[in-house]
């Protein structure tokens, strides 16, 4: 979870842990709010887009009892305790590029492919980053565990879905915000806040906060995406994957993007 704010090279090196250690952690219990770790890693990302390992950091600080709300809301989904009974670990499928190939053109699968090909990032590179932070308490086998991985995996899917750029700060930003929607997490909410705030000052209009907006009701109108059965969605074409979930469109994103260019900007 193609999530920095929108690097252009995401490491695919874990940084030093500077967490304590995994076994320290019961993902039973919802961490505490820490608001200024989370406005240090903020700072440290919106001052270089490319130091991912600062949204796992926001994401520890701040999200709080999301993953156990999210498992929960899960299991009352038609089909989702199936998918938790299962519990299969996406960033293992997801990394398996011969299963990856085989997906047609057109399809979710046949797309990230081809995002994979573009950007150079992967799924394992993604988890790696995720780990120096003690995030995911590495492959620990507990169910909101397993539900955190599984946010974090899907991350690029929903960069796939939704047509947001993975390696701009814009399409990042508003990834984010439709994730912040969709989860209520508040480390999404914080990077979306933080990065609409800097555009404003940077570009001095505000195209990029109106796409940021749009993301986040993008996100609320659209089906919950973590009930998804993501190894059938990767083999369902994609503009038929997008209408069933009710993924609109996002003009003001087209927009924003273009203002960006006319600026002579690729990033804030």
Not at 147 to 170: F, N, P, Q, S, V
Request: include cysteine; glycine fraction near 10%; aromatic fraction near 8%.
């Amino acid at each position: 979870m193609a999530t920095q704010l929108a690097p252009t090279q995401r490491p695919t090196t874990a940084q030093p842990a500077a967490t304590p250690p995994a076994e320290a952690l019961n993902p039973g219990i919802p961490l505490r709010r820490e608001w200024g770790t989370a406005l240090n890693a903020l700072g440290k990302l919106l001052a270089n887009g490319d130091d991912t390992a600062q949204v796992f950091r926001i994401m520890r600080a701040l999200n709080g009892d999301v993953t156990q709300r999210s498992y929960r809301k899960l299991l009352t989904i038609p089909a989702g305790g199936a998918l938790a009974y299962r519990r299969v670990e996406l960033a293992r499928r997801l990394g398996d590029r011969a299963w990856i190939d085989g997906f047609a053109e057109g399809t979710v699968g046949g797309a990230y492919r081809s995002f994979l090909d573009a950007t150079g990032y992967s799924a394992d590179g993604l988890a790696e980053i995720s780990m120096a932070e003690g995030a995911f308490q590495g492959d620990v086998e507990h169910p909101y565990a397993w539900m955190g991985r599984r946010e974090r995996d899907i991350h690029d899917l929903w960069h796939i879905l939704t047509g947001y750029k993975a390696d701009e700060h814009l399409g990042e930003a508003c990834l984010v915000a439709f994730s912040y929607a969709q989860t209520g997490g508040l480390g999404w909410g914080f990077i979306a806040m933080g990065a609409a705030l800097k555009s404003l000052r940077v570009t001095r209009e505000t195209a990029f906060l109106k796409a940021v907006i749009e993301g986040y009701r993008n996100g609320k109108r659209a089906a919950w995406l973590h009930a998804e059965d993501y190894e059938k969605l990767m083999a369902e074409p994609l503009e038929a994957a997008r209408q069933r979930l009710n993924i609109a469109p996002a003009p003001g994103y087209r927009i924003a993007q273009q203002r960006l260019e006319a600026a002579g900007l690729k990033g804030i």
